[in-house]
């Protein structure tokens, strides 16, 4: 799918925007590239499930009252996109991006931004579920919203590696710095606190947005 723009899409369960699963195997999954999805309702937006490897490029997931971005068991690489202004309340997910049990992920130069979360089992920004770690390269996690009471953070849940980038200002809906749980390792990266990273080439100045 190129140079689309998908609007105002309502389904009762996944795909407010594409639904793909592929039962079997390896080999192609979605390649989504220079597309907008805005304003759809699900319980996710794009949701691509099983063996298919993912690719997604310059795109924008905003504004969507669903996960802006699920993947089941498969690989995905995103690219200079930007997932902004989600806001799901599915039980153990992520308003951004939720991971469940996949294997090779990766995002590059992107904004995860402004995503909120409305059940307390759940993340703002990104979720991984039992997957293999999920890398964030020099991409930029902020002002992502948990809830009140929330046992997961507003930033990032579960296992990730984020190297050379911003996770900043994810608070709960109540003002508590939520920015990672403690799984979340980082490198050359910008966040707070930092306390179990002092060597790692981090900082927890204000990135002065």
């Given at each position: 799918?190129?140079?689309?723009?998908?609007?105002?899409?309502?389904?009762?369960?996944?795909?407010?925007?594409?639904?793909?699963?592929?039962?079997?195997?390896?080999?192609?999954?979605?390649?989504?590239?220079?597309?907008?999805?805005?304003?759809?309702?699900?319980?996710?937006?794009?949701?691509?499930?099983?063996?298919?490897?993912?690719?997604?490029?310059?795109?924008?997931?905003?504004?969507?009252?669903?996960?802006?971005?699920?993947?089941?068991?498969?690989?995905?690489?995103?690219?200079?996109?930007?997932?902004?202004?989600?806001?799901s309340s599915s039980l153990q997910k992520g308003a951004g991006l939720t991971f469940y049990m996949t294997q090779k992920m990766c995002l590059y130069n992107c904004l995860i931004y402004g995503n909120q979360f409305t059940n307390p089992m759940g993340a703002g920004a990104l979720y991984n579920d039992r997957s293999e770690p999920v890398f964030l390269v020099n991409s930029t996690v902020v002002s992502n919203i948990a809830p009140i009471g929330s046992g997961y953070p507003a930033g990032l849940y579960g296992s990730n590696y984020v190297i050379n980038s911003i996770v900043y200002d994810n608070f709960t809906s109540d003002g508590i710095l939520r920015n990672f749980n403690t799984k979340v390792t980082f490198t050359n990266s910008c966040t707070s606190p930092i306390d179990s990273y002092p060597n790692a080439g981090n900082i927890d100045a204000s990135p002065l947005f």
């Open positions: 799918m190129i140079n689309c723009v998908i609007l105002n899409n309502v389904t009762e369960y996944s795909g407010g925007v594409i639904q793909h699963y592929k039962r079997t195997g390896s080999g192609s999954g979605v390649l989504l590239t220079d597309t907008i999805a805005r304003n759809n309702r699900s319980n996710n937006g794009i949701y691509t499930s099983r063996y298919g490897d993912d690719r997604i490029m310059r795109c924008v997931l905003e504004n969507n009252t669903a996960i802006g971005l699920e993947f089941s068991y498969g690989n995905a690489e995103i690219h200079n996109s930007v997932i902004r202004g989600n806001i």
